[in-house]
C-alpha cells in the first residue's frame, strides 16, 4: 500500500514531441505528489507538484494530470527537448516520508 | 552554498569496515531525510528527521545502519561493518518544514569491496 509504480521504465522520445510518464498509488491518504527530474551525477530535482484537490497542473512545457478516483497521475513533457534527457521520479508524501517510484530514464533524440 | 552538501562525494571501502556519511542541510531548514538509490532502482527511504529527533527511522535496513541529527543542523549516518548489498548512492534532502519540497544533495556514491 506504500509503493508507487512508475511507468515506463524507459522513453525515447523525437525533439519536440509528448514525453508521458505514468504513476499509480494506493494509499489514499498520500496528500502531495511531486515530479523529480535527475541528472547523472546530481541529486533530484523538484520539476512540478500538485496536491489532490486539482485535476491538472500547468507550468512551462510540464503538466502533471491527476486522477483522484483511479489513484493515478502523470507528467507531460510538451515539446520535449535534448536538454530534457535525465531520470524522473514521480513522488507521493505520506506520513514522515515521501514513497517514490523507480524512476523513467527519458532519453529526447536532436 | 546555499544547497545540501553532502561528504564524501565518494566512498571506497573494504567489507566489514565502518563508514559514516555526512550531510550539511540548508541552513534554517529543520526536516532532514536520508534516501538510498540503487542501481536502477528507486529512492527508498531510511530516516527522517524533524529538528533532532527522528519520529520515523522505519526505512533502515538494519542494526547495523543509525544515523543522528545535532544541534538541529548536521545529520551523520553511519553503517557499521559494511557489507556488498550496502552500495548504493545514499542521498540527503532537507526542507523547510514539512509542507515545504524536498532540496536533495548530490549523494554519496558508497561501493564496498
Known amino acids: 500500500q506504500q509503493q508507487v509504480k512508475q511507468s515506463p521504465q524507459s522513453l525515447i522520445v523525437q525533439k519536440g514531441g509528448i514525453s508521458i510518464i505514468n504513476c499509480a498509488y494506493e494509499n489514499t491518504a498520500f496528500d502531495y505528489f511531486p515530479w523529480y527530474q535527475q541528472f547523472p551525477g546530481k541529486g533530484p530535482a523538484l520539476l512540478i507538484a500538485i496536491r489532490p484537490d486539482v485535476s491538472e497542473k500547468k507550468e512551462g512545457r510540464f503538466t502533471i494530470s491527476f486522477n483522484k478516483s483511479a489513484k493515478q497521475f502523470s507528467l507531460h513533457i510538451m515539446d520535449s527537448q535534448p536538454g530534457d534527457s535525465a531520470t524522473y521520479f514521480c513522488a507521493a508524501r505520506g506520513t514522515y516520508k515521501y514513497i517514490f517510484g523507480t524512476g523513467t530514464r527519458l532519453k529526447v533524440l536532436a | 552554498g546555499a544547497g545540501v552538501s553532502q561528504s564524501p562525494s565518494n566512498k571506497v571501502t573494504e567489507k566489514g569496515k565502518d563508514v559514516e556519511l555526512r550531510c550539511d542541510p540548508i541552513?534554517?531548514?529543520?526536516?532532514l531525510y536520508w534516501y538510498r538509490q540503487s542501481l536502477g532502482q528507486g529512492l527508498e527511504f531510511l530516516i527522517y528527521f524533524q529538528g533532532n529527533s527522528a519520529p520515523d527511522k522505519s526505512g533502515l535496513p538494519s542494526d547495523r545502519f543509525s544515523a543522528e541529527r545535532t544541534g538541529g543542523s548536521v545529520s551523520t549516518l553511519t553503517i557499521q561493518r559494511t557489507q556488498q548489498e550496502d552500495s548504493a548512492v545514499y542521498l540527503c534532502a532537507s526542507s523547510s518544514d514539512y509542507n515545504s519540497p524536498l532540496h536533495f544533495g548530490n549523494g554519496t556514491r558508497l561501493t564496498v569491496t
Open positions: 541552513s534554517g531548514h529543520t526536516a
